[in-house]
């Protein structure tokens, strides 16, 4: 018999777990997950990863079944897309007749942070049962690594060749590299986005016709992407890519040994990436922000992928007066733009929100490293704020303030695997 009060901190907390999973539930397609019911209609890269780590929590095998699905649209060339249009959703834009994508599925044609290998480790090591199901999946993984270190890597620096690739779609980092760029041959299109949340917390007109100029460029080119190489007006290196790829490739490594499969390919990668990750420290800043491949010049931008750096495993305690120096300037952590640039807005989207999943990444890292202390500050500062706001996409750093898509998957994902009280104590 449960005799925890259901108005008490631990009955509040067993009652958003719930929810939590019904959420997931519901937002289950059948071997994959949508982030949320009509935002976002499709099978997202990222989202999905998180998505296994709650379902984790209650059904392994589903768990592995999410990553297994999100595989089955990989490319011939190892590259695994940032969507997979499972099933026709015509209001969509922009679907897969924009794309011309050239997988197996009907697709996008970039990536997206790949946290999979990360996500399959930590599943491995909580439910080893999976094993088999895992191993199958490791070379698949590489695969897909090896894309971004062939494709994608310069001095070990990762780079992209369109914002949402790295998931943080407006963010201040974009602005001068889009400045530089006059779209052409953009047709008149519709938002279906801004008519499930307010304009206000989504990215201008003026990101979203650049978004798309990029997306004709490589359709045209039929995903090229030597051509693109030669072509494309964007290039800049991202340390959501670089650290997020050296974590991934550290876990994959752990899983290739576990497995008794080789690991030299896989060394070789975390030796380029860790020199490639310095070419991301601005001295002008002090801080890990973008840099503009194009014109040589870094954004000038602390974020919260900045501080992604913990996770990547980097000795990067130079980072520390930023955190320490952000976190007395919002009330709720960790705002995606730092609040003292000019550029912050604290609800339109990757320019200012909190994003709780990054913050279950960046308190890994933290704790990894040794600040303990910051990491479950951080923990209990996401409780607050998800106890209070719901399972919303992001929040407003100021107060905690839910924004954009509600019911939102890797929210619920992120309370049952890390931010509840349940989790923690375990």
Not at 62 to 84: C, D, F, K
Not at 203 to 227: F, I, M, T
Not at 296 to 325: E, I, K, Q, T
Not at 374 to 393: D, K, P, Q, T, V
Request: hydrophobic share 40%.
């Amino acid at each position: 018999m449960d005799l925890a009060c259901p108005h008490s901190s631990e009955g509040r907390s067993r009652e958003r777990d719930a929810e939590a999973r019904a959420i997931l539930r519901g937002n289950d397609r059948g071997g994959y997950t949508v982030p949320t019911h009509g935002l976002y209609p499709y099978q997202w890269n990222w989202d999905s990863a998180f998505a296994a780590l709650g379902f984790a929590e209650f059904d392994p095998d589903r768990a592995l079944a999410e990553l297994e699905t999100l595989l089955s649209g990989q490319w011939q060339n190892g590259m695994v897309p940032h969507i997979l249009f499972h099933e026709v959703s015509p209001g969509y834009f922009p679907g897969p007749d924009v794309w011309q994508s050239t997988g197996p599925l009907p697709s996008s044609g970039i990536s997206q942070p790949p946290v999979a290998a990360t996500v399959l480790r930590w599943l491995v090591d909580a439910h080893p049962a999976g094993g088999d199901r895992a191993r199958a999946m490791v070379p698949k993984l590489a695969a897909w690594h090896r894309w971004f270190m062939e494709r994608r890597s310069d001095g070990g620096a990762i780079f992209v060749t369109h914002p949402w690739e790295t998931g943080r779609d407006n963010c201040p980092d974009w602005d001068a590299p889009f400045a530089a760029i006059e779209p052409e041959g953009i047709e008149a299109y519709w938002r279906r986005d801004t008519t499930h949340v307010d304009e206000a917390e989504r990215p201008r007109r003026w990101d979203y016709d650049r978004y798309l100029h990029l997306v004709k460029l490589g359709a045209d080119s039929g995903w090229d992407e030597e051509h693109l190489s030669r072509v494309s007006p964007f290039r800049v290196a991202d340390p959501t890519m670089t650290f997020i790829l050296l974590r991934a490739t550290r876990d994959l490594a752990v899983l290739a040994r576990r497995f008794d499969m080789p690991t030299d390919e896989l060394d070789g990668w975390i030796a380029q990436l860790e020199a490639g990750a310095g070419r991301l420290w601005n001295p002008d800043i002090a801080a890990y922000d973008c840099l503009d491949l194009k014109s040589g010049a870094h954004s000038g931008v602390v974020s919260n992928a900045s501080f992604l750096c913990w996770y990547a495993g980097l000795g990067c305690d130079r980072m520390l007066p930023h955190w320490d120096r952000i976190a007395g300037l919002a009330r709720f952590g960790v705002p995606s733009t730092d609040p003292a640039h000019p550029a912050h807005e604290p609800r339109r989207y990757w320019r200012g929100p909190v994003w709780a999943m990054l913050n279950m990444l960046i308190a890994r890292g933290l704790e990894e490293a040794g600040h303990a202390d910051r990491a479950e500050a951080l923990a209990a500062n996401s409780r607050e704020m998800i106890a209070a706001g719901g399972f919303a996409e992001y929040f407003d750093p100021r107060d905690g303030s839910p924004a954009g898509g509600r019911n939102f998957t890797w929210t619920a994902a992120v309370w049952l695997a890390w931010a509840s009280e349940t989790a923690r104590g375990q």
